[in-house]
């Protein structure tokens, strides 16, 4: 079982920045891989970024080179840092763990999922 719980959302104007954290309980953090995943009213969950457990990174195409996602092993942690944010983006942001190998960009790969963290921008 693994507990995620979500940080640093935010209000911030268009082409601000934010950074969010998703913290994680238990000892086998480091064997997952996490993934950002963002949902924003009568829209469907989609993917934003993931790292694979030793440090891989992917992107979705829109947020390429504006976001990017980390992950402190040590503080059993991973981050999302968001640039030039734009007010489409305004969503719910949710942190996921999945233990599988494989692609990362679908929700049902993932085995568990965070609270999620509101994000909004501004225009």
């Known amino acids: 079982q693994v507990d995620l719980v979500e940080s640093g959302g935010g209000l911030v104007q268009a082409g601000g920045s934010l950074r969010l954290s998703c913290a994680a309980s238990g000892r086998t953090f480091s064997s997952y891989a996490m993934g950002w995943f963002r949902q924003a009213p009568g829209k469907d969950r989609e993917f934003a970024a993931a790292i694979s457990w030793n440090g891989g990174t992917y992107y979705a195409d829109s947020v390429k080179g504006r976001f990017t996602i980390s992950r402190d092993n040590a503080k059993n942690t991973v981050y999302l840092q968001m640039s030039s944010l734009k007010p489409e983006e305004t969503a719910v942001y949710y942190c996921?763990?999945?233990?599988?190998?494989?692609?990362?960009?679908?929700?049902?790969?993932?085995?568990?999922w965070g609270q999620g963290t509101q994000v909004t921008v501004s225009s």
């Open positions: 996921a763990a999945k233990q599988t190998r494989g692609t990362y960009s679908y929700p049902h790969e993932y085995d568990y």
